[in-house]
């Protein structure tokens, strides 16, 4: 699908989805608690329905009951032999793969070539030294081991998403176990949240240290109601309308969440108002509308931008060259990327999404200004499926075209 959009100015209230992070986790806890849990709200993303796909083939009964999700715990360490369908989501794979290792059966975890080819070095480092099996193809990744109640020692520069597929697994194992994590640690933000997740249903990993985790084991999650918070990331890029001008009032996010893109508020601010550097390091997703928003405020830099390249696209890459088509220049360097000051112009050539949701909405961001064709735009199914509509209920200028 095909979006057209003409310049137009934005107003009216928009109230942010669901967390995408938050609901992963959430589910993943319900699915491990014995009894059923009601989590809500939920949105019915690509990647939410990979997890709910993948927890499904594990054991647990998953049904929808409205804008909530009915769970019904499993037993992963007693799953059978499954196939794991992990889609396009990363945060799927890596949180469940651990999962995957707790009965010593072979499993098979799905997905799309680019999520197949993106690093679990964590993890094949980890099954490497314990002699379980991880072999990776172009169509799947099969795995077969049995984790143990222990001591690990892994890196935390690649993602915090392998901390917290060990965390998962590691909590269901009996005995306690310690995590010693390999500083620096990518995105804390995000570990805190699924610490907080787990808290929530009743499993409590001690912290003595930043880089280690005490893993109590055995300590059965509890079932019940969960709550989703408000998505600060899929909020991001109305934050960056209404501090570029539109009259937009956000609603439905938590000014004391753990959410890392929380800090999107004050990266615009910076970049509104000249300056020199932000950093992404904790917030890598936030780096496209940053870098859609440096290109309506005279330029910025952006550091910590070495992992955009392992992410749905090469984003720093690839927003290079869609920006190239408003007339704004970008240099990429080795972890940091600057985009130049030339004043954006309407683009003659056809924006790409790239398969990449959040490239798709950083372009619509700078479309109300320029107007412009982006051409993939319902790669938002992904993570915010509602997303057109929202701008459109907003006075967006858009029209909808299907191609094929």
């Not at 949180?95 to 072979?106: Q, T």
């Amino acid at each position: 699908m095909r979006i057209r959009m003409e310049p137009a100015e934005l107003r009216g209230t928009v109230s942010a989805p669901p967390s995408k992070s938050m609901a992963h986790r959430m589910l993943i806890c319900a699915a491990l608690a014995e009894g059923e849990s009601l989590v809500r709200p939920i949105e019915l993303s690509e990647d939410i329905l990979a997890t709910m796909d993948g927890l499904r083939a594990l054991g647990a009964d998953i049904r929808q009951e409205g804008d909530a999700l009915r769970v019904a715990g499993c037993r992963p360490a007693e799953a059978e032999s499954a196939v794991i369908p992990c889609r396009e989501s990363g945060s799927t794979l890596r949180f469940l793969l651990p999962l995957c290792l707790l009965n010593g059966r072979e499993m098979l975890l799905t997905g799309s070539r680019r999520l197949l080819e993106r690093p679990l070095d964590v993890y094949e480092t980890l099954c490497r030294e314990r002699g379980f099996r991880l072999e990776r193809s172009p169509e799947n990744i099969r795995v077969q081991g049995k984790l143990e109640a222990g001591e690990y020692t892994v890196r935390g520069d690649l993602s915090s998403q392998f901390l917290t597929g060990m965390a998962y697994a590691l909590s269901l194992l009996d005995g306690e176990s310690v995590l010693r994590i390999l500083p620096p640690i990518e995105s804390e933000p995000y570990l805190r949240m699924t610490l907080e997740a787990m808290a929530a249903c009743g499993v409590t990993i001690r912290r003595p240290e930043p880089e280690t985790l005490v893993i109590p084991g055995g300590i059965p999650y509890s079932a019940g109601e969960k709550t989703v918070e408000g998505d600060w990331s899929n909020a991001a890029f109305f934050e960056a309308l209404r501090q570029a001008g539109h009259g937009i009032r956000i609603t439905g996010l938590r000014e004391d969440s753990l959410q890392g893109d929380k800090v999107c508020r004050e990266y615009f601010r910076q970049i509104a108002e000249g300056g020199e550097e932000v950093d992404v390091t904790d917030c890598p997703d936030l780096a496209p509308v940053l870098m859609t928003f440096a290109a309506m405020n005279g330029g910025a830099r952006l550091a910590g931008t070495r992992r955009l390249r392992f992410k749905e696209s090469d984003r720093g890459q690839v927003m290079a060259e869609e920006l190239a088509k408003f007339g704004v220049t970008v240099s990429i360097g080795e972890n940091e990327i600057t985009v130049g000051g030339e004043t954006p112009t309407a683009p003659r050539k056809i924006l790409d999404g790239h398969n990449d949701h959040r490239i798709v909405m950083a372009l619509a961001v700078l479309c109300t200004r320029t107007g412009g064709v982006i051409d993939g735009a319902e790669a938002v199914r992904k993570s915010f499926p509602g997303f057109w509509d929202a701008m459109d209920a907003l006075g967006a200028l858009l029209e909808r075209i299907i191609v094929g």
